[in-house]
């Protein structure tokens, strides 16, 4: 009878086997369970300890975006296999079954996989995390596996903290710190030079510490670069900001040499040199004395006895010394006599002879090369110039009233106290124009004593001031795109204020960028600082950037007292409440400011798809005696400024223009550009190249480290006789766009007649005060502002004004403005200064319905 039992036992199990998977639940089998333990516990002996065991586990999973992950569970013997999830079986339906027999051991194995999806991981919620295991049955028990946890991978864009460029001197240990962005799984992180993976193991001076900073243990001229912080996992590959390090060097002095001997002056000396180390990269000089001298003892001095030459030498001395006084008696005694006869009237009457401009004469067209967008029509007299004109001619333009040498309390002293005191009786005497050399010399150095303003450049070349009062005025650096307008009532009643404006170059100020920064504008420079203004001024300077705000973050930096740069604008997000507001246009930007300042465009790429404006020069050597030819092509940003600069620079090189300029966008993709000349004619010419092409670093062109980047093709022609070129000059960005150039010309001499209207000499005052300074009539203007400020029922106010003008965007910032009306012609004259048309802005205020425009119509007499 127990033969037959166990037979009816075994029978049973493999038929309720059977049953559970076709027709039960994983619910109804666990339930089971013990009923199946209690059939399978009189089984014989030998297949009491074959519990199953898993040959594979389900290990932990990401899922990456929307890709679900497989788990998988094998084990033997086993009959069954089921998931279970958060505490839940997994539907039967979603398994899927594989069986299979050990050879090795003839035993039965199976093995299940199920698949997770991100929707049912994001079900779950709260701090629980969304595991798995599985439960595997044999004839004889359960096992569990270990849980698996799913987890949906991510990583953030953003860096907790990001490295920051800096300088350091040689030798010194430096530390940028890096947080990743948060992410799962955690992100790993390396560190790039100059796009370059650093590896600590092949260069010892590298240190990745366990929290992902990077420590550079003694800086190397070597390790001057850009530092980028890399975070990535399975999901992303993010980048920081690059940090830009440069490695100076401090000079050192050399040795003292030793005492030279004892001269016929009794007295040696001795020399060191700043030559060890040599400073470099922006480094100090050495400090300190680089000759000594001494006196010799009485026993080193050399003996010396007096003879007939001596006393030749001693006679010739005073008998020079004799005529020299004599001379200077009869100069002094010739100038008092001249002094004396003239007028005291007529001897200062050398403000006479400066350049008086009416009051209704309008300022000459513009003097500038400008871009084909915004280029007003040639003059009939304009022509090609192979290089930049003198831009120092002095223009004046002098408005006010004229006093009597003898009124001594009435002179407006320059030399004597501060800026901003008005002059004395209340008097509105103005002096504007351009600096010449003594008056700009002497103007620079004044300013450059005051307290408040300490990085005033000494190049008077590119600075302008005139002297303003409530009327206000207007100041011009020629050839440059860059001006201030001081709209009326500006300047407060009552008030005169000496103003400059100037163009800072690099080696004048520097300005700190961080990562992938860039330089979008000039760094411009109007003050004094610290003046009080009754309204906002205009200041209108170049930008070299697509003007696309969705593909960039513009920042408007001013320079504190201290020095710092200070980030006051993020552009497009401007608050009404702000001192500073931007009018932004396609080559321009219009910066409202309540305060005077150090300015500049920063800009920071939102993606590889945002550009700089490139303007591509060529010049070659005006005059060639040699078989060697040069051409050099200026890579610089789009702004006249930097323009200007190289005309000046190549005019001392003697270089003339040799093509139009031309414009390329440089976009934000680490690629180099490169340049390159082809189809030159064999028989006449070759490159002296050994490469295909030159090429300029992308950082070098981004960071804007250095203003006129350029790049020299040395050619080689083989007879003298040969004086005609004809090439293409290719440049173009790695992966980007490019620009190709069809040269022909003369080196002997260049007589074809380029396009006159790139190039043009900007010959308006640089300093307009009152009236002549705006297109618009005092009066006028004031009349407009009367009728547009007030609203009006059906819109013929102010605001129509802004839309016919295409200022739409302005409308908070206009609406909060005591007088809208004034603000908006306020950049109609920055805009309109060299080319507008009176008579189109008084069509457009007859369009709205205000009659009192066609006062306009009027002549400047008349009014």
């Known amino acids: 009878p127990i033969p037959a039992l166990d037979i009816f036992f075994f029978s049973f199990s493999l038929l309720f086997d ?18 199946e333990h209690a059939a399978t516990a009189t089984l014989p002996a030998a297949f009491s300890d074959l519990l199953p065991h898993f040959l594979v586990e389900p290990e932990d999973e990401y899922i990456v975006k929307n890709k679900p992950v497989t788990l998988t569970c094998r084990s033997t013997p086993a009959t069954q296999i089921y998931f279970k999830c958060n505490g839940e079986w997994v539907h039967q339906d979603d398994h899927l079954i594989e069986r299979t027999v050990d050879p090795a051991t003839a035993l039965p194995v199976m093995q299940v996989t199920i ?9 779950i919620f709260g701090l629980d995390e969304y595991w798995c295991q599985c439960v595997a049955w044999s004839t004889t028990g359960t096992q569990k596996s270990q849980k698996a946890y799913i987890r949906i991978a991510y990583l953030r864009k953003n860096f907790e903290e990001e490295p920051q460029g800096k300088e350091v001197a040689l030798d010194q240990e430096v530390l940028l710190r890096c947080h990743p962005p948060e992410g799962v799984p955690q992100a790993e992180v390396e560190w790039q030079r100059n796009e370059d993976v650093i590896d600590p193991a092949s260069d010892p001076n590298f240190v990745i510490t366990p929290d992902h900073n990077l420590v550079i243990k003694k800086a190397r001229l070597a390790d001057t670069g850009n530092y980028t912080c890399v975070a990535k996992n399975i999901v992303a590959r993010r980048k920081s900001t690059s940090a830009a390090i440069l490695v100076y060097v401090d000079g050192g002095w050399s040795e003292w040499s030793k005492w030279s001997a004892c001269g016929a002056d009794c007295s040696m000396w001795r020399s060191r040199e700043c030559t060890q180390p040599s400073p470099g990269t922006g480094g100090k000089d050495c400090q300190g004395l680089d000759l000594q001298s001494l006196n010799c003892t009485s026993e080193q001095c050399p003996q010396t006895v007096s003879g007939a030459e001596d006393v030749a030498l001693y006679v010739g001395m005073v008998a020079v010394a004799l005529c020299l006084t004599l001379l200077l008696i009869v100069v002094v005694l010739v100038y008092r006599r001249k002094k004396e006869g003239l007028d005291a009237d007529v001897a200062d009457s050398s403000i006479l002879t400066t350049g008086f401009q009416p009051m209704g004469i309008k300022p000459s067209k513009p003097g500038v090369w400008v871009p084909r967008s915004r280029r007003a029509p040639p003059h009939k007299n304009s022509h090609l110039l192979t290089i930049q004109p003198d831009l120092t001619t002095t223009t004046t333009s002098y408005q006010g009233t004229l006093r009597s040498r003898h009124d001594a309390t009435g002179k407006f002293s320059m030399t004597n106290g501060p800026l901003l005191d008005p002059l004395p009786n209340g008097s509105h005497t103005l002096h504007n124009g351009k600096l010449n050399s003594d008056a700009a010399a002497e103007f620079v ?11 005033l450049p000494r190049d008077v070349a590119n600075t302008s001031y005139g002297t303003f009062n409530f009327l206000g005025g207007r100041l011009t650096i020629p050839n440059t795109g860059i001006s201030l307008l001081i709209p009326p009532e500006a300047i407060p009643r009552g008030k005169i204020y000496e103003i400059y404006l100037t163009v800072q ?66 552009m497009g997000e401007e608050l009404v409440s702000d001192p500073y507001y931007c009018q932004l246009e396609a080559e ?56 200007k600069e190289v005309m000046q620079m190549e005019r001392q090189l003697g270089g003339r223009l040799i093509d139009e300029p ?16 082809h189809d030159m004619p064999q028989a006449h010419w070759r490159s002296k190249l050994l490469a295909g092409y030159q090429e300029i670093p992308f ?59 790139f190039l043009l000499m900007d010959s308006n005052a640089t300093a307009l005060a009152g009236p002549s300074a705006f297109q618009i009539p005092y009066l006028i203007r004031q009349k407009i502002c009367s009728s547009l400020d007030a609203p009006c029922p059906n819109g013929a106010d102010w605001r129509m004004l802004a839309q016919r003008l295409k200022l739409e965007r302005h409308m908070s910032f206009l609406a909060s403005k005591a007088s809208p009306t004034s603000v908006i012609l ?6 309109h200064f060299h080319s507008g048309n009176i008579n189109q802005l008084a069509t457009v205020m007859a369009d709205i319905g205000k009659q009192e425009a066609m006062i306009f119509l009027v002549s400047d007499g008349e009014c």
């Not at 639940?25 to 369970?33: A, D, H, R, V």
């Not at 300013?447 to 990085?455: A, I, V």
């Not at 080696?507 to 009754?534: F, K, M, N, Y």
């Not at 966008?665 to 550009?673: A, G, I, T, V």
């Open 18 to 35: 059977i049953s559970l998977n076709i027709f039960f639940s994983p619910f109804l089998l666990f339930i089971l369970q013990g009923s």
């Open 115 to 123: 698949e997770i999806t991100r929707q049912q991981v994001e079900k």
């Open 445 to 455: 150095s004044r300013l450059s004593t005051q307290s408040y303003f300490k990085t």
């Open 505 to 570: 170059r690099k080696e004048d100020l520097r300005l700190p960028l961080a990562g992938c920064q860039t330089l979008l504008s000039p760094i411009v420079s109007c003050g004094p600082p610290g003046v009080v203004l009754s309204r906002p001024v205009i200041l209108s300077m170049d930008h070299c950037f697509d003007a696309c705000l969705d593909n960039w973050a513009v920042r408007l930096k001013k320079q504190n007292y201290e020095g710092a740069w200070e980030d006051v604008l993020l």
């Open 588 to 643: 321009t930007c219009r910066l409202f400011s309540e305060q005077l300042g150090t300015f500049a465009l920063v800009g920071e790429s939102l993606h590889m798809g945002a550009a700089k404006r490139l303007r591509l020069v060529l010049f070659s050597d005006a005059y060639c005696s040699t078989l060697e030819y040069n051409i050099r092509v200026y890579c610089m940003d789009d702004t006249q400024d930097v323009f």
């Open 662 to 677: 031309h414009v390329l966008l440089f976009k934000d993709s680490y690629h180099n550009l490169r340049l390159s000349i």
């Open 699 to 757: 950082y070098h062109i981004w960071n804007g480290s250095q203003r006129y980047l350029h790049c020299t093709f040395t050619l080689e022609r083989l007879s003298l006789s040969t004086c005609e070129l004809t090439c293409q000059l290719c440049v173009w960005q790695v992966e980007g766009e490019g620009q190709s150039f069809s040269l022909d010309f003369n080196i002997a001499k260049d007589t074809r007649a380029l396009d006159s209207e």
């Open 826 to 831: 306020d950049l109609w004259e920055a805009q």
